[in-house]
C-alpha cells in the first residue's frame, strides 16, 4: 500500500509570490490534515480536510487555504509569500473517524527568499 | 491555544540503555495520545498510541505511560539502538478537533 505523497520535495521562492503544494492521501483515507514545522517548533497545524469540507481549521492568516478534490487529495495554497513562511510543510492522512493515528508524507520543503 | 510540552528538549543515552522522554499535556479532555519519531529529511514515523481509558501500552520495545492525574505522557525506549536517534513528538487529541503536538525532544544515542 502506498504511503502518502507529498510533491513537490522541494520549492524555492521568493516574497509576495504564491505557492500550491500537493497531498494524496494513502488510498481508501478521506481525512487530510496540513502542519507547518520550523526549526525548533513542533508541528503547527494548519487545517483539516474530510470528504472535500474543511472540518478543522488552525490560526493561520487568510493567505494559507486549502481544498480537498473528490479523489482525497489535497492541495494546499499560500499566497503573497512572506519570509516567515519558510516551513517543511507536512501532509497527513487517515481514514477520518477521530482518534486515530495519522500517517504523515515527507513534507515539501519550502524556501522563501 | 493547546499546549503540550516536554520536559526535555535534548536527550543523550548510551547505546543498550533505556530512554524515558516526557509529555506534559494541557486539556483534560484529550482522551487519545501519539507518540511519533520524526527522523532528518523525513515526516513523523508512528510509534505507538494509548487511549484515555488505559494507563499503559507496550510495543516493541516501547512503552507509553498515561498518567490523567497529572495530565503526563511518557515513551520508554528498551535497549535505545542508534536507529533510535531521532526527534520524538507526543500527541494529543480531543474529540472532534485536530491533533496538537509539543516541540519534540531531540534523543541521541552514544555508541
Known amino acids: 500500500k502506498a504511503g502518502v505523497t507529498q510533491t513537490p520535495r522541494y520549492l524555492i521562492k521568493t516574497r509576495g509570490q504564491q505557492v500550491t503544494l500537493s497531498c494524496s492521501p494513502i488510498s481508501g483515507h478521506r481525512s487530510v490534515s496540513w502542519y507547518q514545522q520550523t526549526p525548533g517548533q513542533g508541528l503547527q497545524f494548519l487545517f483539516e480536510y474530510f470528504s472535500e469540507t474543511q472540518r478543522n481549521k488552525g490560526n493561520f492568516p487568510g493567505r494559507f487555504s486549502g481544498r480537498q478534490f473528490s479523489n482525497s487529495r489535497s492541495e494546499m495554497n499560500v499566497s503573497t509569500l512572506e519570509l516567515g513562511d519558510s516551513a517543511l510543510y507536512l501532509c497527513?492522512?487517515?481514514?477520518?473517524?477521530?482518534?486515530?493515528?495519522?500517517?504523515f508524507g515527507s513534507g515539501t520543503q519550502l524556501s522563501v527568499l | 491555544g493547546e499546549s503540550v510540552g516536554l520536559h526535555l528538549p535534548t536527550l543523550s543515552v548510551q547505546e543498550g540503555d533505556n530512554s524515558i522522554i516526557n509529555c506534559a499535556y494541557s486539556?483534560?479532555?484529550?482522551?487519545?495520545f501519539i507518540w511519533y519519531k520524526q527522523e532528518s529529511g523525513k515526516g513523523p514515523q508512528f510509534i505507538i498510541d494509548i487511549r484515555s481509558n488505559m494507563d499503559k501500552r507496550q510495543g516493541q520495545r516501547v512503552t507509553v505511560l498515561l498518567n490523567k492525574t497529572v495530565k503526563h505522557l511518557s515513551l520508554q525506549i528498551a535497549a535505545t539502538q542508534p536507529g533510535d536517534s531521532a526527534v520524538y513528538f507526543c500527541a494529543e487529541n480531543i474529540p472532534g478537533n485536530q491533533f496538537y503536538f509539543g516541540t519534540g525532544t531531540s534523543l541521541t544515542v552514544i555508541p
Open positions: 497527513a492522512s487517515g481514514r477520518g473517524t477521530g482518534r486515530e493515528k495519522l500517517f
Open positions: 486539556n483534560s479532555a484529550s482522551d487519545y
